[in-house]
């Protein structure tokens, strides 16, 4: 069974930055392409990047591209997402979360990734 572990959340001023990780078992890492979410308070749940499998290939929501970038290690099983310049805009719960579809990376539609982390709370202070 695939479990997504998501860590690095906190509290950050405007301007500053964080790293998110996000610890991938059970199944073969790179058969996935990932994807990481976020959902401010009283929210829908939006898309913030995607990376395909190989790590090659990513893509970004346009509120956050030029300010994070993801990554991934596919000998450490992880994923991860570098923010820098936060604003009180990128406050939400971030979730990571596991495609079956490894040469995907653009926006696809939640429907289609099979597991998710729990989440981890990132709050931007203004």
């Known amino acids: 069974q695939v479990q997504l572990v998501e860590s690095g959340g906190g509290l950050v001023e405007t301007g500053g930055s964080l790293g998110l990780s996000c610890v991938f078992s059970?199944?073969?890492?790179?058969?996935?392409?990932m994807g990481w979410f976020r959902q401010a308070p009283g929210r829908e749940r939006t898309f913030v990047a995607a990376?395909?499998?190989?790590?090659?290939?990513?893509f970004y929501s346009s509120t956050v591209k030029g300010r994070f970038t993801i990554s991934r290690d596919n000998n450490k099983n992880t994923v991860y997402l570098q923010m820098v310049n936060l604003n009180p805009g990128d406050t939400g719960v971030y979730y990571c979360?596991?495609?079956?579809?490894?040469?995907?990376?653009?926006?696809?539609?939640?429907?289609?990734?099979?597991?998710w982390g729990q989440g981890t709370q990132v709050t931007v202070s203004s």
């Open positions: 979360a596991a495609n079956p579809r490894r040469d995907y990376y653009y926006d696809r539609p939640m429907s289609e990734y099979e597991y």
């Open positions: 059970g199944r073969v890492f790179g058969a996935y392409s």
């Open positions: 990376i395909d499998g190989s790590g090659r290939r990513t």
